[in-house]
């Protein structure tokens, strides 16, 4: 096991932030760590790469305890803490040259390591600037150039992608996928589509605590099987009418757009109403369980 | 710890604080020493650098507080106390490679007013008649002094997350283990306890030191100071473990 976590609470004043979490995660495996903002995913990772120190429970990374072996932890983990901070009046290549000496690495070994990593998250262009000159995308691969310099075996990301324009998000999540492909990943995000795009397994915390650890074909079958029909007609219609219809749970009028919630798949039923009514159906979409109900269902 | 001196080195260099300080060190002392009335050189008539020596540990509370006000301080509110102290460095590493950087930067600020001492040689009648062994003893006494400076200033610095908080509360200090004891001892109040309060202060070992005698004991105080304070500095900045 890469990552090992049994029974950590964390305890801020009288609040519980985490409350007897455990998980492990598998060498090659990347994580999703999901929950809603301020349910102890920052906490964990913190208490992860010894920022803090934990009130009960272990964790070991890479075999290594992360409180009584802390040094030898720290060298197995590439972390990017939230909101990436940086030294922001540095030179690119001053800041990943500054980091490898704190990991212990000096000399030409550093200055090939800076390089390649360099040309890996493609900063070449914009080498000459400070990195408070940087856009924000270019920002998060100094600091993911800086957390993978020493190529370590896990790498920690707390939300890498938040902030980010659409385009740099998908960057930035290709080149997470690119450099950790043979490395422990465990990153946070809410975001659920990330989860889906990027992940094997995915840990659900809410209010400290863990509500799902699974991989994310079997969570979304744990979920009670629903079917959300988003209809488009092209005229007002009678919305009695509509829920006569068998099987319906609920419908969401939004202009001339139906969202209806079923317990079986009502398509047939419901061209057969239109049919009959005379509605003109523009457009319907059938969409099952997505990992955002799973999300909300289990963090409400 | 190289690494972090390095770069607090560089930082230095790079964001003019280095430049400002020693300017504003070598023009007031200069001005003082050559140039303003009743305290220049000529005016008084004798062949030494008393007005530097009594004048730099001043300027040194202001010097030294702006220099180590950002040091921790900065870290924690940009956030970038996270990368340093999850790097495989111990936190003691971390102060003590700002701390060295901090007095680097002291020292060479001190180095060009051995210009001073070279001209004052060359001006004394005869030539050469001055008291070498009290100016080298006032300078190892100067040098011990601002080490307690950037001691207290890191200190200061991991008070708070605000520059100005730590540049206050450093300024203070400093004043309070500089002169405040010396002053508190001369309402002579606590009759045979008055030498050993006036002891407490930095200034009394500083004159020890000016007289051009290296004593074990003003040797102890002034280490003493510094380990006592970056203790304090290494318990304040370990304080997110509480």
Redesign the interface.
């Known amino acids: 096991m890469s990552v090992i976590v049994s029974g950590l609470t964390k305890i801020y004043g009288t609040q519980k932030a985490l409350d007897g979490v455990s998980f492990e995660v598998k060498p090659g495996e990347i994580l999703g760590f999901l929950g809603p903002n301020g349910a102890g995913k920052s906490t964990t990772m913190?208490i992860l790469?010894?920022?803090?120190?934990q009130n009960a429970g272990n964790a070991s990374v890479c075999g290594f305890d992360v409180n009584t072996q802390s040094?030898?932890a720290?060298?197995k983990?590439g972390?990017l803490?939230?909101?990436n901070?940086?030294?922001?009046?540095?030179y690119i290549k001053?800041y990943l040259l500054?980091?490898a000496?704190?990991?212990?690495i000096t000399g030409k070994e550093a200055n090939e390591k800076v390089e390649s990593m360099i040309s890996k998250t493609g900063l070449n262009a914009e080498l000459k600037k400070q990195i408070n000159q940087l856009s924000k995308g270019y920002k998060q691969r100094v600091g993911l150039a800086?957390a993978m310099l020493h190529n370590p075996e896990v790498l920690i990301l707390d939300e890498p992608t938040s902030g980010l324009d659409p385009n740099q998000v998908v960057e930035i999540r290709n080149l997470i996928k690119e450099i950790g492909k043979d490395k422990t990943v465990i990153f946070s995000t809410h975001i659920m589509q990330e989860v889906e795009a990027m992940c094997n397994r995915v840990i659900i915390i809410n209010k400290g605590k863990l509500v799902a650890n699974d991989a994310i074909e079997n969570l979304q079958k744990q979920m009670q099987k629903a079917y959300v029909l988003t209809v488009e007609f092209k005229q007002v219609i009678d919305l009695q009418i509509l829920e006569t219809l068998a099987h319906l749970v609920q419908t969401e009028k939004n202009g001339n757009t139906y969202k209806i919630k079923a317990t079986q798949d009502i398509r047939e039923g419901l061209s057969l109403l239109a049919q009959k009514q005379g509605w003109l159906i523009l457009s319907m979409n059938l969409e099952e369980n997505s990992l955002e109900d799973v999300f909300q269902s289990l963090t409400r | 710890m190289l690494s972090i001196y390095i770069k607090e080195i560089r930082s230095f260099l790079s964001s003019l604080i280095a430049y400002v300080v020693m300017l504003v060190f070598l023009l007031a002392i200069g001005l003082f020493t050559w140039v303003l009335p009743d305290y220049n050189v000529f005016d008084y008539g004798y062949a030494n650098l008393d007005t530097l020596f009594s004048m730099a540990p001043w300027l040194f509370i202001f010097l030294i507080s702006a220099i180590t006000m950002r040091s921790l301080s900065e870290e924690k509110r940009n956030g970038t106390i996270e990368i340093i102290t999850t790097k495989p460095i111990s936190d003691l590493q971390i102060i003590l490679g700002k701390y060295f950087a901090g007095l680097t930067l002291v020292l060479f600020t001190l180095l060009p007013t051995l210009i001073y001492y070279v001209s004052i040689y060359q001006l004394g009648a005869p030539v050469g008649n001055l008291d070498s062994g009290a100016i080298w003893g006032s300078y190892i006494g100067l040098f011990f002094l601002s080490s307690c400076f950037v001691a207290v200033g890191m200190f200061a610095s991991a008070i708070s997350e605000n520059q100005i908080v730590s540049f206050v509360v450093s300024m203070f200090l400093c004043f309070l283990f500089y002169n405040l004891f010396e002053l508190i001892a001369d309402f002579k109040l606590l009759g045979t306890w008055d030498s050993a309060v006036a002891g407490l202060g930095i200034n009394a070992h500083y004159e020890s030191m000016s007289r051009g005698v290296i004593d074990s004991r003003d040797l102890i105080y002034f280490i003493g100071f510094d380990v006592v304070f970056i203790a304090a500095t290494k318990t304040l900045f370990g304080g997110r473990k509480w």
Do not use: N
């Open positions: 913190k790469t010894g920022y803090l120190p040094m030898e720290r060298k983990i972390y803490p939230e909101l901070p940086l030294y922001t009046d540095m001053e500054f980091s000496s704190l990991m212990g800086a």
